[in-house]
């Protein structure tokens, strides 16, 4: 019987700074659903830019919205 490691969820939404309050994301395949990446990974990227472009635990994220306006694909995003 095999075990398979499960992907490391902080390594996923970990951001690379770009200078001037911009970051890059990938967007890993192993995250895809039916026909595009799960959007609740890139809901958690989004939240990890926030609380790392405002660094103040007093000013953290309660609530968030996003509406995709195309499929999520694979690859590098910022």
Request: charged fraction near 20%; proline fraction near 9%; glycine fraction near 8%.
């Given at each position: 019987m095999?075990?398979?490691?499960a992907p490391a969820f902080d390594q996923d939404v970990a951001l690379t700074p770009l200078g001037g309050?911009?970051?890059?994301?990938?967007?890993?395949e192993r995250w895809y659903v039916t026909t595009g990446a799960n959007g609740g990974l890139l809901a958690a990227q989004a939240t990890r830019a926030m609380e790392l472009a405002v660094p103040d635990p007093?000013?953290?994220p309660r609530s968030l919205t996003l509406h995709y306006l195309e499929v999520p694909t694979e690859g590098e995003l910022d």
């Amino acid at each position: 019987m095999s075990t398979t490691q499960a992907p490391a969820f902080d390594q996923d939404v970990a951001l690379t700074p770009l200078g001037g309050g911009s970051w890059r994301a990938a967007v890993p395949e192993r995250w895809y659903v039916t026909t595009g990446a799960n959007g609740g990974l890139l809901a958690a990227q989004a939240t990890r830019a926030m609380e790392l472009a405002v660094p103040d635990p007093a000013r953290a994220p309660r609530s968030l919205t996003l509406h995709y306006l195309e499929v999520p694909t694979e690859g590098e995003l910022d």
